[in-house]
């Protein structure tokens, strides 16, 4: 399994509360637990690495309504080696990573010289999950962030920015002082996977571009059982 997936995975199943990984041959599986999202298949190869003849097997082992697909490649390429019953996310993702370094003043708890008059921001640590909250001047969520620092290695997850709140700074904000955060802890590597959107800011944090992300799910196939 590539390194770098690797990484992701053992931060990924802290952040969101999944069973551990099971290994496969080509890979491992992540129950969730959710409706939507039951398990999740994840190949660990990357790029060129990534084998129709693997995709096209772990796909057609697939029954059950509400399983995903993790595979690093374009889009383009898997959604044809895909079987019936599958949905692919049109939007490619993006496996990328960074070089943690403990930034000056990204810690200080009220975020002085970057958050916008009004706004709160809070972090703390629970279960090994690292969250910064940032509240609107009504409370109301305005961004938010996670990390799971696993050694060397640090996962960052579920960046958000309510649309009423984007372009004043918050997410940038949110993601040095979870950078900071997981440098504090040893971690010299930043992970995460991203969303086109979500790249355009992160590569102005000094995240580079590993691999492409495919996100497909089993939907089931009509008239099945």
């Known amino acids: ?127 090994g999950v690292t969250k910064v909250l940032v509240t609107a001047p009504d409370g109301s969520l305005a961004a938010r962030g996670q990390t799971v620092p696993t050694g060397a290695q640090a996962v960052v997850d579920r960046i958000e920015t309510a649309p009423a709140h984007r372009r004043r700074g918050l997410g940038g904000l949110v993601m040095r002082r979870l950078q900071a955060a997981a440098a504090a802890t040893g971690a010299r590597r930043g992970v995460l996977a991203a969303t086109p959107d979500g790249r355009a800011l992160y590569e102005t944090l000094g995240w580079r571009v590993e691999a492409v992300l495919t996100s497909a799910k089993f939907t089931g196939v009509e008239g099945g059982e």
Do not use: C, N
Request: proline letters at 10%.
């Open 1 to 127: 399994m590539h390194e770098i997936v690797r990484a992701w995975v053992d931060g990924w199943v802290v952040s969101r509360g999944a069973a551990p990984p099971q290994p496969r041959p080509w890979g491992v599986t992540i129950d969730v637990g959710d409706v939507q999202h039951v398990s999740r298949h994840v190949l660990g190869a990357i790029g060129e690495g990534v084998q129709e003849t693997v995709v096209r097997k772990v796909a057609g082992e697939v029954t059950g309504a509400g399983i995903w697909l993790k595979a690093f490649r374009d889009p383009g390429d898997v959604s044809a080696w895909l079987g019936p019953g599958w949905w692919v996310d049109p939007e490619p993702g993006y496996l990328m990573t960074v070089p943690l370094e403990p930034a000056p003043g990204a810690g200080r708890p009220d975020g002085r010289g970057t958050l916008p008059d009004g706004y709160a921001v809070r972090d703390w640590t629970r279960g």
